[in-house]
């Protein structure tokens, strides 16, 4: 599928119950996602030196509560464009080097956004 004028979104999700209550504070724990043709990227961590990205439906992160989409614009990037910035990014997003401060799931989602759209994700995502 051609992937060049295609929307992107950020999907933010709640991972813990208390984002209920903090979140108009602005403080909370999140996970993200970037989205694309109905599928959604993440990274996570894992015991191996391979890539951590991987993919799932749209706005059903495992383990994490929905909480919203944020539009990040289009890309102008082909199908094929966006396989290879995912390839690349793998190479820096490796499962063995996720790091819930340094190196995260919103990490990699700002990165992608950047790549995709020229844009970062908003920071409250990633505080």
Known sequence: RPFRGAKVFVNVYDL???????YEFGVGAFHSGVEIMGT?????GHENSSSGIF????????????RCS???GETDK???DI???IGVLGEHFKGNSYHLVFKNCNHFSNELCLRLTGKPIPS???R
Do not use: C
Request: net charge negative.
């Open 83 to 85: 396989r290879a910035e």
């Open 124 to 126: 409250w995502i990633n």
């Open 40 to 44: 959604e990227y993440t990274f996570g």
């Open 70 to 72: 944020i539009d990040m």
């Open 16 to 22: 813990n119950e208390v984002n209920t209550y903090t």
């Open 78 to 80: 082909s199908s094929s």
């Open 55 to 66: 993919t799932h439906n749209a706005k059903q992160a495992p383990g994490a509560r929905f």
